[in-house]
């Protein structure tokens, strides 16, 4: 069974249940389908890009922000035995250049409002036959809701296998170049059936969607339809105040936030910009967080707020074919802090720089081996065997079991700063100065010395209306952290954060380790 598979059989069984729900708050439209409507337009949409010459392993670029037109683009690109290839609507030209080098797309869909960008590259995209703009508004191109509405419906029948590749995602580049990952079906098969297991979907749910879906974190959204539930895009803008009234207007009950959104939103509760007793969230039941290390800090004021909400970490990365793949579990809560165990089709280690396990509750590099493990980074044999060797995904990220077999991040492998020979964990650092009253974000980096070698360096991001100084920031440390963790450097400065909550810390480096 495959994500076609998935949709097809819920046109069948639940053809007049919704779907999506998409939620423009900015200019207060709604749109919503049904299975059977969804299965009808992305049938539709299959048959015309097959038409126009899609088959099996032919690359389509998906370009845009969230919205029902993406969706149906992704799952027709799919149904046609295509490759899917989103595109992260931040990247720059030199990066849709790039990414056009590695996959030699077929097809381009995308957005009205990058159009002009678009045709100003057209004579680089050599290998593009075919453009298509979502949004009837558009210059000769021709749009993809008039493809829609154009072809005949009739059910579009590809054989492929679980094995057959279906996408190919760039990474965000926060580690460097955009790395392409290629995946299977079996591998989106594989997220949808984690996410689907580590937060029990089920059809009545509705889940609010917000992290673009050009990242892997669409595998939320996987696990849900795999259910049967209904998923809710929140698009435009993404403000503490929207995210509360969709949940209430739409009867949301799971909610996946990263860090800033849960920030700003307990901010603004903390300010009382938003009342929580003017609004009916009876239904909201469960909250998850991911893409980071979370800070408990943040969990233990969201459960001030919301003390019955259950609470989920879920951890994974791209080469995983997204979330899930480690989860703590609703009723751990006391361990906090923790990304927890592997879920559902999953096996993880913690290892050394040979590759042994090291003892339980010592640092080493984690491991992953399972159902979602890439085939490859593209076109990249060399890149590839150094992070898929004997079948385990080797993730960069250092971690370390607990006495119950709970896994804790200590941080990124080129993150660690070390400092006069002394490993210090940035996340550990950021923890403690997040619980500062005035602290809305924090991200620690190391920077050259002379002396050290590195030093620990933090940029502090104050609370709206908030000042911070110098001082009482190295009075917080050292009440509270040992002295060789204690920042040597402190830089009042906005942190800057990419679409999927991570921060970019080469970006800081860059600009403040001279």
Not at 417 to 430: A, C, L, M, Q, T
Not at 453 to 468: D, H, N, R, W
Request: hydrophobic residues 40%; aromatic residues 8%.
């Amino acid at each position: 069974m495959n994500l076609v598979d998935v949709v097809r059989k819920y046109s069948r069984i639940s053809p007049s249940a919704l779907a999506f729900i998409e939620v423009r708050p900015v200019t207060g439209t709604r749109e919503e389908t049904t299975w059977a409507q969804f299965d009808e337009s992305t049938d539709r949409l299959a048959r015309a890009l097959i038409d126009r010459g899609a088959q099996i392993g032919s690359k389509i670029f998906l370009l845009g922000r969230n919205s029902l037109r993406w969706l149906e683009a992704y799952f027709a690109i799919l149904k046609t035995g295509a490759w899917a290839v989103p595109l992260n609507f931040r990247f720059t030209d030199q990066d849709i250049r790039h990414c056009a080098q590695v996959a030699e797309p077929f097809t381009f869909i995308y957005d009205r409002e990058y159009e002009g960008r678009i045709e100003g590259l057209h004579a680089e995209l050599t290998t593009v036959k075919h453009y298509v703009a979502i949004g009837t508004d558009t210059s000769g191109v021709q749009s993809l809701e008039q493809l829609i509405k154009e072809t005949a419906p009739s059910t579009v029948h590809v054989p492929f296998s679980d094995d057959d590749e279906c996408a190919l995602y760039f990474t965000s580049g926060t580690t460097g170049a955009p790395k392409p990952v290629l995946l299977c079906h079996k591998n989106l098969m594989g997220v949808a059936l984690t996410e689907a297991s580590n937060h029990n979907f089920v059809d009545t749910d509705r889940f609010l969607m917000m992290p673009p879906l050009y990242h892997l974190a669409i595998g939320h959204l996987l696990g849900g339809m795999l259910a049967g539930a209904c998923s809710v895009l929140l698009t435009e803008q993404i403000s503490p105040q929207y995210i509360v009234e969709t949940i209430a207007r739409e009867r949301v009950s799971s909610v996946f936030l990263l860090v800033p959104w849960t920030a700003d939103l307990l901010d603004a509760l903390d300010r009382k910009l938003i009342k929580k007793e003017e609004y009916d969230l009876s239904c909201w039941q469960e909250v998850f967080m991911g893409a980071q290390p979370i800070p408990p800090s943040l969990v233990h004021r969201l459960k001030g707020y919301f003390p019955d909400m259950k609470y989920e970490t879920t951890y994974g990365l791209s080469e995983s074919s997204g979330p899930g793949v480690i989860h703590l579990g609703v009723h751990n809560e006391r361990k906090v802090g923790a990304i927890g165990k592997p879920g559902l089709l999953w096996d993880a280690r913690i290892v050394d720089t040979e590759g042994k396990d090291v003892p339980r509750g010592g640092v080493g590099e984690v491991i992953l081996r399972g159902a979602g493990v890439m085939k490859e980074y593209y076109r990249n044999p060399g890149l590839t065997a150094q992070v898929i060797r004997d079948g385990w995904l080797y993730t960069g990220d250092l971690g370390r079991f607990d006495e119950e077999g709970f896994i804790y991040l200590a941080d990124r492998k080129k993150d660690l700063v070390i400092s006069g020979g002394e490993n210090v964990y940035p996340v550990e650092v950021e923890e403690v100065i997040r619980r500062h009253q005035k602290v809305h974000d924090v991200a620690v980096i190391g920077t050259p010395d002379e002396r050290l070698g590195e030093i620990v360096t933090a940029v502090i991001q104050a609370k709206s209306g908030e000042a911070l100084q110098e001082e009482e920031m190295k009075h917080f440390c050292e009440a509270n952290l040992p002295r060789y963790k204690r920042p040597r450097r402190f830089i009042f400065a906005d942190v800057p954060r990419n679409p999927a909550g991570k921060i970019e810390k080469p970006k800081l480096r860059e600009r403040y380790g001279k």
